[in-house]
């Protein structure tokens, strides 16, 4: 994700102090740095209105995250909810088109793969929640003929039946 290099959170960002400690936020503000996965997780997580500029802070964390995503991170829905809360799609075309290749990509693998690292439902989820849009993930899942993406619709239709029987909705 070439397209993000160089983002940082911006200069005058302190974030709030007790989520994130002052080495934490420096991290932040400094581009191109490793950062740690638990700091990834926690910024990509956090309720989209905990910063003041929630797309600035994402493009920064953004090609780190990409990965744990790949490698089957815990509740990548809420990862989802910040990416679709900083508004990625009216991002610069270089940009918006980066996020949109990753989603198609991990979603078409994990529909490919019979034991993904993160559930098809929660990718599936995921691109939903990202994306704001259901018909592109079911579109590129109907394309997918194979009996692996097949058993993937079943248990995933099986998941979706207990929850909405029980009122809650997959979708974050």
Known sequence: MTAFGGMTAQANDTGCGRCFDEVEVELLRTPDVPLPTDLLRR????????????????????????????????????????????GWSRWPRKQAEAVAGFLETWWTQALRIESPPTSVCEVFESCVTASSSVAPWLARWEAERGMIAYHHLNESVGRWREEWASDNSPFC
């Open 43 to 86: 910024v990509a997580q956090k309720d989209p209105f905990h910063r003041a500029d929630q797309p600035a802070i994402i493009r920064r964390v953004l090609p780190q995250l990409a990965v744990v995503l790949v490698e089957g991170a815990a509740e990548p829905a809420l990862v989802a909810r910040g990416l679709a809360a900083a």
